[in-house]
């Protein structure tokens, strides 16, 4: 029997009345205006309503974007994950929460790169359509990169994690914070000190919070290749995708050479960063997955450079 004899076999009704047999009714009489400027707006209502609101929006927008790089792809797309948000006044009832995924459909209609600079105009311009004295966006994203095998130099692509929240306030400007999380590997001390021979290792990840200072030029520094380099120059060895034996053999030797407890990750991490002249503060973790292990071990440090001033 073939398909079209199958599909005789049974009659069912018409699509419409699969649909009521299923709940669906008729509609109902239509009263209310269909015009935007006849509907009631709830939103912009004025009323004391009893408190201020820090911050209400949107999140977990998920959006394709253009990411620009000082490594190599140089310019790469992905999907970005977005917060948008702003206060509301004690005395407005909320906000139009459309006009967040508006603002987000104009800015990729003009080509959507992912900069501090293009994020800085996106706040102001959007705190202006949702007529308030501040607004802020955060996006998150993956950062791919091209590694290297030490030896061989066989190439694959390496991917962290990074975050630009910008805060914009007509009062008080700006407010940039970026973060990235990398990965490591790491050879324990103890381990090295109190065995034969061999050392367990496991892969770290290096998760660094950034405040950024008000001039800083990300023409002439990619902050993400900064962080970047900041967690990978201080682990017991870097992460590589492809690895031949002369590779794997250079860096297991080098991460024997190099052990790191997460309290010493941490501390070197927080040393470049506090070199680094565009980090006005900063908040450093390692999080080890532990091979011997069922647990994590982890390390936080942060620092503020302006206290050094009080």
Same mark, same amino acid.
């Given at each position: 029997?073939? $398909?079209?004899?199958?599909?005789?076999? %049974? $009659?069912?009704?018409?699509?419409?009345?699969?649909?009521? &047999?299923f709940?669906?009714?008729?509609?109902?009489?239509?009263?209310?205006?269909? !015009?935007? !400027?006849?509907?009631? *707006? &709830?939103?912009?209502?004025?009323?004391?309503?009893?408190?201020?609101? *820090?911050?209400?929006?949107?999140?977990?927008?998920?959006?394709?974007?253009?990411?620009?790089?000082?490594?190599?792809?140089?310019?790469?797309?992905?999907?970005?994950?977005?917060?948008?948000?702003?206060?509301?006044?004690?005395?407005?009832?909320?906000?139009?929460m459309?006009? #967040?995924?508006?603002?987000?459909?104009?800015?990729?209609?003009?080509? #959507?790169?992912?900069d501090?600079?293009?994020?800085?105009?996106?706040?102001?311009?959007?705190?202006?359509?949702? %007529?308030?004295?501040?607004?802020?966006?955060?996006?998150? #994203?993956?950062?791919f990169?091209?590694?290297?095998?030490?030896?061989?130099?066989?190439?694959?692509?390496?991917?962290?994690?990074?975050?630009?929240?910008? %805060?914009?306030?007509?009062?008080?400007?700006?407010?940039?914070?970026?973060?990235?999380?990398?990965?490591?590997?790491?050879?324990?001390?103890?381990? %090295?000190?109190?065995?034969?021979?061999?050392?367990?290792?496991?892969?770290? @990840?290096?998760?660094?919070?950034?405040?950024?200072?008000?001039?800083?030029?990300?023409?002439?520094?990619?902050?993400?290749?900064?962080?970047?380099?900041?967690?990978?120059?201080?682990?017991?060895?870097?992460i590589?995708?492809?690895?031949?034996?002369?590779?794997?053999?250079?860096?297991?030797?080098?991460?024997?050479? @190099?052990?790191?407890?997460?309290? *010493?990750?941490?501390r &070197?991490?927080?040393?470049?960063?506090?070199?680094?002249?565009?980090?006005?503060?900063?908040?450093? $973790?390692?999080?080890? !997955?532990?091979?011997?292990?069922?647990h994590?071990?982890?390390?936080?440090?942060?620092?503020?450079?302006?206290?050094? &001033?009080?």
């Amino acid at each position: 029997m073939n $398909q079209a004899e199958l599909n005789k076999t %049974k $009659q069912l009704p018409p699509k419409e009345d699969r649909h009521k &047999l299923f709940g669906s009714v008729d509609p109902g009489p239509r009263t209310k205006p269909i !015009e935007k !400027e006849k509907m009631a *707006d &709830l939103q912009n209502s004025k009323k004391d309503f009893l408190f201020n609101i *820090d911050m209400v929006g949107i999140s977990n927008v998920k959006h394709p974007i253009t990411i620009p790089s000082q490594l190599t792809p140089e310019i790469q797309t992905t999907i970005g994950t977005f917060s948008f948000g702003s206060s509301i006044a004690q005395g407005s009832k909320g906000t139009n929460m459309s006009r #967040f995924t508006e603002q987000l459909d104009k800015y990729h209609h003009e080509g #959507f790169a992912i900069d501090i600079e293009t994020l800085k105009s996106f706040t102001a311009e959007l705190a202006s359509r949702l %007529k308030q004295e501040d607004a802020e966006v955060e996006v998150s #994203f993956p950062w791919f990169f091209e590694r290297k095998g030490p030896y061989s130099q066989l190439a694959g692509m390496n991917h962290a994690d990074a975050t630009i929240q910008v %805060k914009y306030d007509q009062n008080t400007g700006y407010d940039v914070t970026v973060s990235l999380t990398g990965k490591i590997t790491t050879l324990c001390p103890c381990s %090295k000190e109190i065995s034969e021979y061999s050392a367990h290792n496991q892969r770290g @990840n290096v998760t660094m919070e950034v405040k950024l200072t008000e001039d800083f030029d990300e023409q002439k520094m990619d902050w993400k290749a900064a962080l970047l380099e900041a967690a990978e120059s201080n682990a017991s060895a870097r992460i590589h995708p492809v690895l031949k034996r002369p590779d794997e053999k250079m860096v297991t030797e080098q991460a024997y050479e @190099n052990p790191r407890f997460v309290e *010493d990750i941490v501390r &070197l991490v927080a040393a470049d960063l506090y070199e680094y002249d565009f980090v006005e503060a900063f908040t450093v $973790q390692c999080r080890n !997955e532990e091979s011997i292990h069922l647990h994590d071990a982890v390390a936080t440090l942060s620092y503020d450079k302006k206290q050094e &001033l009080l």
